[in-house]
């Protein structure tokens, strides 16, 4: 049971890294020390308690441009969307005539 943004997905924070920012040091420590499925005790820090469980542990790595190549063809159409879609709505107020009464 979470009570932060991430409640939706039940506290899941998705993939970390040891030496990661996304988490304090004392839940990292703690993550990394169970073995895949592991679930440890409750970590208390500054009022708050934490159970964790790790789900999958994996070796850090590159992707390759090959990898990445859909992900990064998605973003750039997206970004190309944007941007023309700003463009049109930009052209569409330049004619219009609003009165407000």
């Known amino acids: 049971m979470s009570d932060d943004a991430r409640n939706v997905k039940g506290g899941d924070r998705g993939w970390v890294t ?19 499925g592991g679930l440890s005790g409750v ?4 009022g708050s308690a934490y159970v964790i469980k790790t789900e999958a542990k994996e070796a850090a790595h590159e992707r ?26 930009a ?3 330049k004619k219009a005539f609003i009165r407000y009464f």
């Open 43 to 46: 970590v208390e820090i500054e």
């Open 18 to 36: 040891e030496k990661g920012k996304e988490l304090r040091k004392e839940i990292i420590d703690a993550a990394f020390a169970l073995p895949p």
């Open 91 to 93: 052209r569409l107020r």
């Open 64 to 89: 390759t441009l090959a990898e990445m190549r859909t992900e990064i063809e998605a973003t750039l159409k997206q970004q190309e969307r944007d941007r023309l879609q700003k463009a049109w709505l």
